[in-house]
Nanobody, 121 residues
Framework: QVQLVESGGGLVQAGGSLRLSCAAS????????MGWYRQAPGKQRELVAV???????NYVDFVKGRFTISIDNTKNTVYLQMNSLKPEDTAVYYC???????????????WGQGTQVTVSS
């Protein structure tokens, strides 16, 4: 059974940084596509960043230049480094993975439980 476990959320002031981690239960190489989503209160879940097994990345416009997604295959972990955080980044952040490559790249086969990120002004 696939498990994705997020960690690293918390409370941070605007302008600060956080690094989210998503640890996979098996080899992360099993997932050709992984990504991070977020869901703010009263809003739909939205894709934030995607990374493929060969290292290709893609970001939504509102995080470009501030967030970086990366993978450590030796630790079976995908990260989301978030810098210059804004109050509007406040949301529950979810890790997701796909067992196969599908276009457009929006991983959704497996989900983590989410981690809360709160950015104070």
């Amino acid at each position: 059974q696939v498990q994705l476990v997020e960690s690293g959320g918390g409370l941070v002031q605007a302008g600060g940084s956080l690094r989210l981690s998503c640890a996979a239960s098996g080899s992360i190489l099993s997932f050709p596509v992984m990504g991070w989503y977020r869901q703010a209160p009263g809003k739909q879940r939205e894709l934030v960043a995607v990374i493929t097994r060969d290292g290709m990345t893609n970001y939504v416009d509102f995080v470009k230049g501030r967030f970086t997604i990366s993978i450590d295959n030796t630790k079976n972990t995908v990260y989301l480094q978030m810098n210059s955080l804004k109050p509007e980044d406040t949301a529950v952040y979810y890790c997701a993975a796909d067992g196969a490559t599908r276009w457009p790249l929006r991983p959704r086969d497996y989900w983590g439980q989410g981690t809360q990120v709160t950015v104070s002004s």
